[in-house]
């Protein structure tokens, strides 16, 4: 009996033992720091002496730079744009010289987080020709203030729906083009973009999504329920979601600008920007977007439904 209470003790003992430590490894953060000194720049492209408010394509490069930051985040308008550097190209779309507030957040340990705003006075002057708003969400020129919209969605059955190349690449697919249906399962086929009249951007992604690692785990963070694939990262479990997209023509070149985290086909991060490289086949558009490494170019085919 004096030997089975003994070995109670010691039981007991090594609970309260372990669970100390336990309690000890949970609450240990160290230092918590929050970010300081937020210095925030904008250049407005194109801007000089003759034109100070830039050469009207809307576009401005932010740099954020702090003290004490793990990752950065800039809102205009209820849009977010997550970047680990402080780097971000930001479009501003709307017609005329407008002024326009920015949010700088920096984050620092344990979540906490610092802010600070600018205003900048931007120059935006491209209004889409009617046969690509008519193609891509249905504007009717007769009946200009009908709302509108088209839901489009990743042209599978096509070979060369969806590859990649290099940056700056002219050739679709260069390096890599999926058969018909190749990626059937991934979490892409299934999925949705609606394009509106007002601006709206929709995503049903029917739980699912496609993308690259580790951009995707960067911007939306760890997920334990799909599957690593090399560097494809299948079956992401993520919600439909809604955002904003604007239309312009850098250099001439018309591009789908997606605010956000907002993405078409497969998730690359970014700077979510979408060149329309052709739109010639009748319901089909050409896509290709730069990931956020700038190693490749990625190319897709969307088809209207």
């Known amino acids: 009996?004096?030997?089975?209470r003994y070995i109670k003790i010691v039981i007991i003992l090594a609970i309260i033992f372990s669970f100390e430590n336990c309690q000890e490894d949970d609450y240990t953060f160290g230092d918590i720091i929050a970010p300081s000194n937020i210095q925030i720049t904008a250049e407005i492209i194109g801007a000089d002496d003759t034109n100070p408010n830039g050469d009207g394509s809307g576009e401005v490069k932010f740099t954020v730079t702090a003290d004490n930051t793990v990752s950065y985040k800039l809102v205009h308008d209820g849009a977010e744009f997550v970047t680990l550097s402080g780097e971000q190209n930001i479009i501003f779309s709307k017609l005329g010289l407008n002024t326009y507030t920015v949010v700088a957040?920096?984050?620092?340990?344990?979540?906490?987080?610092?802010?600070?705003?600018?205003q900048i006075d931007v120059l935006a002057t491209y209004s889409p020709p009617d046969d690509l708003t008519a193609k891509l969400f249905g504007f009717d020129p007769a009946n200009p203030g009908v709302p509108s919209s088209?839901?489009?969605?990743?042209?599978?059955?096509?070979?060369?729906?969806?590859?990649?190349g290099p940056v700056g690449g002219t050739k679709p697919t260069e390096w890599y083009g999926a058969g018909p249906n190749e990626k059937d399962g991934v979490g892409m086929y299934d999925d949705r973009y609606t394009f509106s009249s007002d601006g709206t951007?929709?995503?049903?992604?029917?739980?699912?999504?496609?993308?690259?690692?580790?951009?995707?785990?960067?911007?939306?963070?760890?997920?334990?329920?799909?599957?690593?694939?090399?560097?494809?990262f299948l079956n992401y479990v993520y919600a439909d979601y809604t955002g904003s997209y604007s239309?312009?023509?850098?250099?001439?070149?018309?591009?789908?600008?997606?605010s956000g985290k907002s993405f078409i086909g497969y998730?690359?991060?970014?700077?979510?920007?979408y060149e329309i490289f052709d739109r010639e086949t009748p319901n089909?558009?050409?896509?290709k977007t730069t990931d956020a490494a700038s190693d490749f170019d990625w190319w897709f085919i969307i088809v209207s439904e």
Do not use: C
């Open 1 to 4: 009996m004096k030997f089975n």
């Open 105 to 118: 957040v920096a984050s620092g340990t344990a979540g906490v987080s610092s802010s600070k705003s600018i």
């Open 150 to 164: 088209k839901t489009w969605k990743i042209q599978s059955a096509k070979p060369g729906h969806f590859g990649l």
């Open 201 to 232: 951007f929709s995503h049903v992604t029917n739980g699912d999504i496609f993308g690259r690692d580790p951009h995707i785990i960067n911007d939306l963070g760890p997920n334990s329920t799909g599957t690593l694939d090399g560097a494809d």
């Open 247 to 258: 239309l312009t023509a850098p250099a001439g070149v018309e591009t789908i600008n997606l």
């Open 267 to 273: 998730y690359t991060g970014g700077n979510h920007q």
């Open 284 to 287: 089909e558009l050409i896509l």
